[in-house]
C-alpha cells in the first residue's frame, strides 16, 4: 500500500498530534499498547504522541542492548521523568551481543539485532505486559530505503510482506510513517520535547555495531563509543544534520615512541542534509578536524589515524553500513 507523504512545510504539527493520538486510542482500545525509546527524535516523537493517547496504558521501555552511547540509558529516562513519562530500562547488553558473535556482514548484523529485539526481548516483555500493539518511530525514509535495498531498515516489516502478528506476536502501529525527519523534529517540538531531543541528530537502530566495520564485540562498541564521546563533544557546536566515528576493521601502521604502532583507525564523517535523502559533508575548518584527531589519537587507546570522508549522498550513505 502506497504511503502518502506529509511534507514538513505543509505539516500543522498539533493537528498531526492530535489526529494520530485519535487513531491510536482507537486502534488500541481499552487494551495496552507497548514501545521502545531509544532517546532519538523517531522514538521521543511517538512515545509522546503515544501518551497523549494512551496514558498509562502505554507500557514504554528502554532496551539496554550495550551498543548505545555512553550513559544513553539514564540520561533518556531522566529526561522524559520530567515530561511525566515512565519508563522502564531493561538489561538486555548479554542477549545483544551473544546475537553479534561472529558476524561481520552488515546486513547479518541488522538483521541479528532485529531478530533479537523484536523477537526475543521485545516478544517476552508483549507477552508479560498482554500487549497486543507495538508503538513505533518508522519515518518514511525507513520504508523508502528499505524497499529500495538501500538497506535493511530494522523497524520495517509490512512494506517487505512480513506480517508482525504471524512472525511476532503482535500488530505494529506507526503513527509517523507519513512523516521524514524534518517533520518528526516539528512534531517532536510541538509535544513539548526538549530542543536536546527534537533537534537532536539521528542515530542508526543497529545503534554503534553500525559504527564498528566487522564483529561488534564489546572491546570494540567500548573503542567507538569512547570515539563518538569525543567526536560528539569536539563538534557539538558545528550546525551539521548528523556526524559520527566509524571503528574500520583493517589496521593501519603508525608511529609511537619512535616504533611501529600497528593499530586502528578511525573514520569521521559529518554531513549537512535536511530529510537524509541527499547530503554533502559538512566543510569543517582544518583546525577542528586537527583537533579532533589530536584527541582520538592520545585519548582512545590504540588508534594511530583519523581520517574524514568527503563523499556526498549518493553515491556514499550517511552511515558507514
Given at each position: 500500500?502506497?504511503?502518502?507523504?506529509?511534507?514538513?512545510?505543509?505539516?500543522?504539527?498539533?493537528?498531526?498530534?492530535?489526529?494520530?493520538?485519535?487513531?491510536?486510542?482507537?486502534?488500541?482500545?481499552?487494551?495496552?499498547?507497548?514501545?521502545?525509546?531509544?532517546?532519538?527524535?523517531?522514538?521521543?516523537?511517538?512515545?509522546?504522541?503515544?501518551?497523549?493517547?494512551?496514558?498509562?496504558?502505554?507500557?514504554?521501555?528502554?532496551?539496554?542492548?550495550?551498543?548505545?552511547?555512553?550513559?544513553?540509558?539514564?540520561?533518556?529516562?531522566?529526561?522524559?521523568?520530567?515530561?511525566?513519562?515512565?519508563?522502564?530500562?531493561?538489561?538486555?547488553?548479554?542477549?545483544?551481543?551473544?546475537?553479534?558473535?561472529?558476524?561481520?556482514?552488515?546486513?547479518?548484523?541488522?538483521?541479528?539485532?532485529?531478530?533479537?529485539?523484536?523477537?526475543?526481548?521485545?516478544?517476552?516483555?508483549?507477552?508479560?505486559?498482554?500487549?497486543?500493539?507495538?508503538?513505533?518511530?518508522?519515518i518514511l525514509?525507513?520504508?523508502?530505503?528499505t524497499v529500495?535495498?538501500?538497506?535493511?531498515?530494522?523497524?520495517?516489516?509490512?512494506?517487505?510482506?512480513?506480517?508482525?502478528?504471524?512472525?511476532?506476536?503482535?500488530?505494529?502501529?506507526?503513527?509517523?510513517?507519513?512523516?521524514?525527519?524534518?517533520?518528526?523534529?516539528?512534531v517532536a517540538?510541538?509535544?513539548?520535547?526538549?530542543?536536546?531531543?527534537?533537534?537532536?541528530?539521528?542515530?542508526?537502530?543497529?545503534?554503534?555495531?553500525?559504527?564498528?566495520?566487522?564483529?561488534?564485540?564489546?572491546?570494540?562498541?567500548?573503542?567507538?563509543?569512547?570515539?563518538?564521546?569525543?567526536?560528539?563533544?569536539?563538534?557539538?557546536?558545528?550546525?551539521?544534520?548528523?556526524?559520527?566515528?566509524?571503528?574500520?576493521?583493517?589496521?593501519?601502521?603508525?608511529?609511537?615512541?619512535?616504533?611501529?604502532?600497528?593499530?586502528?583507525?578511525?573514520?569521521?564523517?559529518?554531513?549537512?542534509?535536511?530529510?537524509?535523502?541527499?547530503?554533502?559533508?559538512?566543510?569543517?575548518?582544518?583546525?577542528?578536524?586537527?583537533?579532533?584527531?589530536?584527541?582520538?589519537?592520545?585519548?582512545?587507546?590504540?588508534?594511530?589515524?583519523?581520517?574524514?570522508?568527503?563523499?556526498?549522498?549518493?553515491?556514499?550513505?550517511?552511515?558507514?553500513?
Open positions: 500500500m502506497a504511503i502518502t507523504e506529509i511534507k514538513a512545510s505543509e505539516l500543522d504539527p498539533q493537528d498531526f498530534i492530535r489526529t494520530k493520538a485519535a487513531e491510536i486510542s482507537e486502534t488500541v482500545g481499552k487494551g495496552c499498547a507497548i514501545n521502545a525509546l531509544s532517546g532519538g527524535v523517531d522514538s521521543s516523537a511517538v512515545t509522546m504522541v503515544g501518551h497523549k493517547a494512551l496514558g498509562d496504558r502505554l507500557k514504554t521501555y528502554f532496551i539496554d542492548n550495550g551498543i548505545m552511547r555512553d550513559g544513553e540509558p539514564q540520561r533518556i529516562v531522566d529526561i522524559f521523568k520530567k515530561q511525566g513519562v515512565k519508563v522502564e530500562i531493561i538489561d538486555a547488553k548479554d542477549k545483544f551481543f551473544r546475537a553479534l558473535k561472529g558476524i561481520t556482514d552488515p546486513e547479518e548484523k541488522r538483521e541479528a539485532i532485529t531478530q533479537t529485539f523484536y523477537k526475543d526481548v521485545f516478544g517476552k516483555l508483549v507477552k508479560q505486559s498482554k500487549a497486543k500493539y507495538l508503538l513505533q518511530g518508522t525514509t525507513d520504508v523508502d530505503e529500495a535495498g538501500i538497506k535493511r531498515q530494522h523497524n520495517v516489516f509490512e512494506q517487505l510482506g512480513i506480517d508482525p502478528k504471524k512472525t511476532f506476536g503482535y500488530h505494529i502501529i506507526e503513527p509517523l510513517v507519513q512523516l521524514r525527519k524534518d517533520g518528526v523534529r516539528k517540538a510541538a509535544a513539548g520535547l526538549p530542543e536536546s531531543i527534537f533537534n537532536r541528530m539521528p542515530f542508526p537502530g543497529p545503534a554503534l555495531s553500525a559504527r564498528v566495520i566487522g564483529e561488534a564485540t564489546p572491546e570494540k562498541i567500548r573503542i567507538v563509543r569512547q570515539a563518538t564521546r569525543i567526536t560528539e563533544e569536539e563538534l557539538a557546536g558545528v550546525k551539521a544534520f548528523q556526524y559520527m566515528a566509524i571503528l574500520h576493521q583493517d589496521r593501519v601502521t603508525g608511529m609511537r615512541d619512535g616504533k611501529r604502532d600497528f593499530g586502528m583507525q578511525i573514520e569521521i564523517r559529518c554531513w549537512d542534509s535536511i530529510d537524509a535523502r541527499r547530503a554533502e559533508p559538512t566543510k569543517l575548518p582544518y583546525d577542528v578536524l586537527f583537533g579532533l584527531s589530536r584527541r582520538l589519537t592520545t585519548e582512545v587507546a590504540g588508534v594511530v589515524s583519523v581520517t574524514y570522508n568527503i563523499t556526498s549522498k549518493p553515491p556514499s550513505t550517511m552511515e558507514a553500513v
